[in-house]
């Protein structure tokens, strides 16, 4: 066992050869004066998204919730910024989604190429954009897709499963890594959005997402590009928006036969 004395005598020498590393530190950090020092997001490992290079900030969503088929069919207009000069597309993470197609804002196809899936990760989505896009400039892209019965975020229940027994029930989970297999998105904590939604669920089903309810499209057709849809028998739509910005793993849905009550003035 060592003295006192001893391990004073050891421990001095370290305690002055970390000193010292401080200081050198120190020494060679630039000085607050010398002009601000941007910092880079790091990438995560768990994405293959590019949104270090372009970052999605908002998200519309048109949904068709299909029972039988146990899909949603989907379209997502991404508004996403430029983060840095010379950006040729915008890299977007999927996982057990069928793409129909991409169109920018207008309506006009874009290219587009589907990667080999990855067990974990999925398949990215690349969008190639238009040239010389510079930093801080905005795009606007439309995908259409269905989820599949598979899907890791999605969870179908039979109304023999629910309390009530008559009607089916649906629920999403997205964290950590399930976004991607309910819409394409940049599925990382570190690209935050905002969001709005259309949903179409069969009546008498309620529809509850991750935001603040809102007044569905007063005139006809509430999810203008989802024509090609037929929904599952009598239905109607539910709308939700946002604003607060959140990473996609936070987006949440829920369908089913859902009753409300007042708690006070302003819960519900």
Known sequence: MLSSASFTRQLVPRLQRIAARQVSVHATKPSSTSGAVKMRASKDPTSQAN?????????????????????????????????????RELVLDTRDLTIHGV???????????????????????????????????????????STSPSSSAIQFLEPSQTAGGKHPYLFTQCQAIHARSLVPCQDSPGAKMSYSAVVRVPQPLTALMSAVPDSPPAAPPALPHLGDVAPQGPAHCFAFTQKVPIPPYLLALAVGELESRELSPRSR
């Open 103 to 145: 169109t920018d804002a207008s309506g006009k196809a874009l290219q587009y190429s589907v990667g080999d899936r990855h067990k974990v990760l999925g398949s990215a989505l690349k969008v190639d954009l238009p040239p010389d896009l510079q930093s801080g400039q905005t795009v606007s892209v439309g995908v259409r897709f």
């Open 51 to 87: 949104y270090d290079q372009i970052r999605v900030f908002n998200s519309s969503y048109e949904l068709d919730v299909n029972f039988d088929k146990k899909v949603l069919e989907g379209y997502a207009l991404l508004e996403a910024r430029v983060e840095r000069e010379g950006t």
